[in-house]
C-alpha cells in the first residue's frame, strides 16, 4: 500500500543523546517535511525539503537534522542541542496537483527521560 | 504577526447545527488552503482544499476562500459529535513551505 511510514511510534531519548526520526514514503512525492506538536498545540515546521539533496529550515530547526539522501527517505536527527524534544513529531509528504495537499505519516513520539 | 491564525477555541455546537471556523493568513503570495481534522493522539487528515477564491463544497463541508481580505473559512453543517476534534487550517506560502495554524477544538454537544 502507498503511504508515508514513520518508526519508531514511540521513542525515548536520555539527556544528551541524540535520536533519529525514520521517515519513508512510496508515494513518489518530490516535497517532504517534518512538524513538530506540542500538547493542545499547532503544528509548527522544522525542516523541509523539495527535492533530493536539497533542504531548507523552518521555524523551529535549531537543534534538529536532517538529510534527503533518497526521493524516498527523509529522516530526521533530534540533537543533544534541542533542550525540549518531548513533543509528537509528524512527517508529511506533498504531492504536486490535487491542491498541492499534505499527507501525514502517523507520527512518532518522543520523550525525554 | 503570526503567519497563520485560528482561534483555539473550544468552540461548541449542538449536534445538528452549523459549526464555522475561521482562518486568517499574513501572506499574501499564498497559494494554496487546506483544513485538517485531528482526533486527539492521530495525525491530521484532509478534510479539503481550496486555492480560489469562493466556495468549495464537498458533502457537509464548505470552504470558504476570500483571498482580498486574506480569509479562508470552514462550514461544517449537521455537525455531529464525531465531528468534535481540532480543525487547522494550512496554508502553502513561496517553495513548497506549508504552515499550520494553532487549529480550533470543535465540541459538538449531542
Known amino acids: 500500500d502507498g503511504g508515508i511510514t514513520q518508526s519508531p511510534k514511540y521513542l525515548f531519548r536520555k539527556e544528551g543523546q541524540n535520536v533519529t526520526l525514520s521517515c519513508e514514503q512510496n508515494?513518489?512525492?518530490?516535497?517532504m517535511y517534518w512538524y513538530r506538536q506540542d500538547p493542545g498545540q499547532g503544528l509548527r515546521l522544522i525542516y523541509y525539503?523539495?527535492?533530493?539533496?536539497?533542504?531548507q529550515k523552518g521555524d523551529i530547526a535549531e537543534g534538529y537534522s536532517v538529510s534527503r539522501e533518497k526521493k524516498e527517505s527523509f529522516p530526521l536527527t533530534v540533537t543533544s542541542a534541542q533542550k525540549n524534544p518531548t513533543a509528537f513529531y509528524l512527517c508529511?509528504?506533498?504531492?504536486?496537483?490535487?491542491?498541492?495537499?499534505?499527507?501525514f505519516g502517523e507520527g512518532s513520539w518522543l520523550t525525554v527521560v | 504577526q503570526k503567519e497563520v491564525e485560528q482561534n483555539s477555541g473550544p468552540l461548541s455546537v449542538p449536534e445538528g447545527a452549523i459549526a464555522s471556523l475561521n482562518c486568517t493568513y499574513s501572506?499574501?503570495?499564498?497559494?494554496?488552503f487546506f483544513w485538517y481534522r485531528q482526533y486527539s493522539g492521530k495525525s491530521p487528515e484532509l478534510i479539503m482544499f481550496?486555492?480560489?477564491?469562493g466556495d468549495k463544497e464537498d458533502g457537509r463541508f464548505t470552504a470558504q476562500l476570500n483571498k482580498a481580505s486574506q480569509y479562508v473559512s470552514l462550514l461544517i453543517r449537521d455537525s455531529q459529535p464525531s465531528d468534535s476534534a481540532t480543525y487547522l487550517c494550512?496554508?502553502?506560502?513561496?517553495?513548497?513551505?506549508?504552515?499550520f495554524g494553532i487549529g480550533t477544538k470543535l465540541q459538538v454537544i449531542p
Open positions: 508529511a509528504s506533498k504531492v504536486e496537483n490535487s491542491g498541492n495537499t499534505i499527507y
Open positions: 508515494l513518489n512525492h518530490d516535497a
Open positions: 525539503s523539495q527535492i533530493v539533496n536539497d533542504f
Open positions: 501572506d499574501r503570495g499564498s497559494q494554496s
Open positions: 481550496i486555492y480560489s477564491n
Open positions: 494550512a496554508v502553502n506560502h513561496f517553495y513548497q513551505k506549508v504552515t
